[in-house]
């Protein structure tokens, strides 16, 4: 790092201290920007990277709810508004007992730069909770996420900060959360997105982070006059980016063999087929079950505890959490084959696995641009809730797809600028940045 990202990834570590994972996400965004910072001393003049570390603000609340035994239960939500100088702050809420303040915060950083790609106007947030909604009754999910939005909504607004869904919150949750805000406020606006089609959601939201890092991955195998077309493929979770990122491998030609969830991995030679995918939709989006239950409906291998990471490969798509692949599973996965990586999920490598991706030269997309097609169809649910519209599904994927084209375009370009063609987490990094930057200091200094 130069002298500068030195300086304040220093102290970052030192202001915000047993936050890891947003140390992390720091210093990978920091280390690609050196060659920024030498050539446009313009950034280091206005102190940009100390302002946009620091987030605008952070909310911290107390969320009680009864249990179902009539017990009171209390846990912690919170949202960080962390940059809303090209729009209003745009980011999703996890709900998962992991959630601390670091994950929300290396969230939020991450969110700032991968909404600044999609060229929409988007400003970087996060939030949630360490509510686990895994074993609980619909009536408890509802009355936690009353509690949440009681506090919550006075801090968001369709002008100022609308949250979507991340882990844990899918579309029953936000229809909790807006039916409270409605409550509360009596305004029918676009506060929240991946809402239901009934009260304006957007069709392909659902499948939009998904398709969008299938979308990315096939843009990157263009470049090398590749495609998807049979190749093998590794995917892990079994969520919503995982389910939409199986769907589009197979639209496209592709056969995924694994899936995962916190519990273990199936692996499934055969591959998965169109109605396997409609078993696990099913499995996982309404019976609330566990991965393991595909192994025994189909007579396939169920490894507890493991991850998909170990099977021959050309195509990985990890699409659960973050780390969820480490420096030595990043080499095993180039010795068996793969030579592309597209996450869907948030820094689901660590920065050894990350090294070691661009070490091979493998084609390798980073979260903040393979999946942020999640948070563009955001952004175009909320441009139909404003315009009083409802857009058809061609309508929509068409423009998803654009966008994830010029995504890529925007990083290949910026990465081959500055002279290293083919590195799309520096072209990631350095593109998401500038515009976020100039625009900070086009509005003074605040
Ligand atoms: P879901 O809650 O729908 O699915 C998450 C999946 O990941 C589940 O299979 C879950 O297993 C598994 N998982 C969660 N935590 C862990 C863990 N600690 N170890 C192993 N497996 C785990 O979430 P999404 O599919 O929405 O999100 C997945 C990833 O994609 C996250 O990183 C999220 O931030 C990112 N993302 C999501 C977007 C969206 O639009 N939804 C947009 C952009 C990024 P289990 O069921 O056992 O918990």
């Known amino acids: 790092?130069?002298?500068?990202?030195?300086?304040?990834?220093?102290?970052?570590?030192?202001?915000?201290?047993?936050?890891?994972?947003?140390?992390?996400?720091?210093e990978e965004v920091l280390d690609s920007?050196?060659?920024?910072?030498?050539?446009?001393?313009?950034?280091?003049?206005?102190?940009?990277?100390?302002?946009i570390t620091e987030p605008e603000r952070v909310i911290i609340f107390r969320v009680p709810w009864v249990d179902?035994?009539?017990?009171?239960?209390?846990?912690?939500?919170?949202?960080?508004?962390?940059?809303s100088s090209i729009g209003p702050y745009k980011g999703g809420l996890r709900f998962h007992p992991s959630v601390n303040l670091g994950i929300i915060k290396f969230l939020g950083f991450e969110q700032i730069f991968k909404n600044s790609l999609t060229g929409l106007s988007m400003g970087g947030g996060?939030?949630?909770?360490?509510?686990?909604?895994?074993?609980?009754?619909?009536?408890?999910?509802?009355?936690?996420?009353?509690?949440?939005?009681?506090?919550?909504?006075?801090?968001?607004?369709?002008?100022?900060d609308v949250p979507a869904g991340d882990i844990g919150v899918g579309a029953r949750e936000i229809g909790y959360l807006y039916g409270q805000w409605k409550k509360i406020t009596q305004k029918f606006v676009p506060v929240l997105t991946g809402k239901s089609r009934e009260y304006g959601g957007s069709l392909v939201r659902p499948e939009a982070t998904g398709y969008g890092t299938v979308y990315f991955a096939q843009e990157m195998l263009k470049t090398r006059n590749d495609d998807l077309k049979g190749k093998t493929c590794l995917v892990s979770g079994s969520g919503n980016v995982a389910?939409?990122?199986?769907?589009?491998?197979?639209?496209?030609?592709?056969k995924v063999v694994t899936l995962s969830d916190s519990s273990g991995a199936i692996?499934?030679?055969?591959?998965?087929?169109?109605?396997?995918?409609?078993?696990?939709?099913?499995l996982k989006n309404v019976r609330r079950g566990r991965i393991k239950e595909y192994a025994e409906e189909f007579g396939v291998e169920y490894v507890k505890g493991g991850q998909p990471?170990?099977?021959?490969?050309?195509?990985?798509?990890?699409?659960?959490?973050?780390n969820e692949i480490n420096g030595e599973e990043a080499k095993t996965l180039v010795d068996n084959g793969c030579f592309v990586v597209s996450e869907g999920a948030n820094m689901p490598s660590t920065i050894e696995a990350i090294d070691v991706y661009l070490e091979n030269k493998i084609l390798y997309g980073p979260g903040k641009a393979a999946n942020a097609g999640g948070v563009a169809t955001s952004?175009?649910?909320?441009?139909?809730?404003?315009?009083?519209?409802?857009?058809?599904?061609?309508?929509?994927?068409?423009?998803?797809?654009?966008?994830?084209?010029?995504?890529?375009?925007?990083?290949?370009?910026?990465?081959?600028?500055?002279?290293?063609?083919?590195?799309?987490?520096l072209g990631a990094n350095i593109a998401g940045f500038k515009k976020v930057a100039n625009a900070m200091i086009l509005q003074g200094h605040w």
Not at 128 to 154: A, H, I, W
Not at 243 to 254: F, H, P, S, V
Not at 267 to 282: F, M
């Open 379 to 425: 952004g175009l649910e909320m441009a139909q809730n404003f315009g009083f519209e409802s857009w058809d599904r061609e309508t929509v994927d068409k423009r998803l797809h654009r966008i994830m084209v010029n995504i890529h375009k925007t990083v290949y370009e910026a990465a081959k600028d500055y002279g290293e063609p083919g590195n799309y987490m």
């Open 126 to 160: 996060k939030g949630g909770s360490d509510f686990d909604p895994k074993g609980k009754t619909d009536n408890e999910v509802m009355r936690f996420c009353q509690s949440f939005m009681t506090e919550l909504y006075r801090h968001i607004d369709g002008r100022v």
């Open 309 to 322: 990471w170990v099977y021959k490969t050309e195509a990985a798509f990890p699409c659960a959490t973050q």
């Open 1 to 26: 790092m130069s002298n500068y990202t030195d300086r304040v990834y220093e102290q970052v570590v030192e202001k915000n201290p047993s936050q890891p994972e947003f140390h992390q996400a720091v």
């Open 68 to 83: 179902d035994n009539g017990e009171i239960q209390v846990n912690r939500g919170m949202r960080v508004q962390f940059n």
């Open 33 to 51: 920007l050196k060659p920024v910072f030498e050539k446009e001393p313009i950034f280091e003049k206005n102190k940009i990277l100390e302002r």
């Open 243 to 254: 389910q939409y990122a199986t769907e589009k491998i197979l639209d496209l030609g592709g």
């Open 267 to 282: 692996y499934d030679p055969e591959g998965i087929t169109r109605e396997k995918l409609a078993y696990v939709l099913e």
